[in-house]
T-cell receptor, first 113, second 117 residues
Framework: NAGVTQTPKFRILKIGQSMTLQCTQD?????MYWYRQDPGMGLKLIYY???????DKGEVPNGYNVSRSTTEDFPLRLELAAPSQTSVYFC????????????FGQGTRLTVV | GNSVTQMEGPVTLSEEAFLTINCTYT??????LFWYVQYPGEGLQLLLK?????DKGSNKGFEATYRKETTSFHLEKGSVQVSDSAVYFC????????????????FGQGTILTVHP
């Protein structure tokens, strides 16, 4: 059982570069989320999706974009990396019938220098 | 808006000690409440949940009771083990009409627990 898989696990970006964080889940969950975790700050919601083709902004969407072409995949795009985007990023998914019971990936540690 | 406040950490205990991590929340309506745990180098895992007032969630010896009158959901364990060392997050999701919360979670800042032998 793979659950939620994120790649890469670690990445260093230079200011202004772009990258895509990949996320895939094999539980057929309709709901998927991207959170960022900053030290001592808990997790903040970046974007979420309630199904293929449907996405919406969370609490901290600036500087990010997402797409959801399939139920399984929910990539997060950083277009112009900034030091403020240095963080640990978590992808998660959940079943609409069990709201709040999220399954998380192992995270991507991103450093922007 | 919704918010979750956890007790300041880190918390350091000896094995077999009693654990309490305080959590209070602010939310409209009737949220569902959760505790998540993050072991070193891993993602978050659901530890326990409660969906209505006076519900008690429990798992792996941990317990928390949904107290609407004090808007609290404190985590307790009677005897901690070294393997309980982790970061613990209190969280809530709104149970909006028609499911409009979409399971979005609001997290506390996390409490680091270290248990020594």
């Amino acid at each position: 059982n793979a659950g939620v898989t994120q790649t890469p696990k670690f990445r260093i970006l230079k200011i202004g570069q772009s990258m895509t964080l990949q996320c895939t889940q094999d539980m057929n969950h309709n709901y998927m989320y991207w959170y960022r975790q900053d030290p001592g700050m808990g997790l903040k919601l970046i974007y979420y999706s309630v199904g293929a083709g449907i996405t919406d902004k969370g609490e901290v969407p600036n500087g990010y974009n997402v797409s959801r072409s399939t139920t399984e995949d929910f990539p997060l795009r950083l277009e112009l990396a900034a030091p403020s985007q240095t963080s640990v990023y978590f992808c998660a998914s959940s079943d609409p019938q069990r709201r709040g019971e999220a399954f998380f990936g192992q995270g991507t540690r991103l450093t922007v220098v | 808006g919704n918010s979750v406040t956890q007790m300041e950490g880190p918390v350091t205990l000896s094995e077999e000690a009693f654990l309490t991590i305080n959590c209070t929340y602010t939310a409209t309506g009737y949220p569902s409440l959760f505790w998540y745990v993050q072991y070193p180098g891993e993602g978050l895992q659901l530890l326990l949940k409660a969906t209505k007032a006076d519900d008690k969630g429990s798992n792996k010896g941990f317990e928390a009771t949904y107290r609407k009158e004090t808007t609290s959901f404190h985590l307790e364990k009677g005897s901690v083990q070294v393997s309980d060392s982790a970061v613990y997050f209190c969280a809530l999701t709104q149970r909006g009409a028609g499911g409009t919360s979409y399971g979005k979670l609001t997290f506390g800042q996390g409490t680091i627990l270290t248990v020594h032998p």
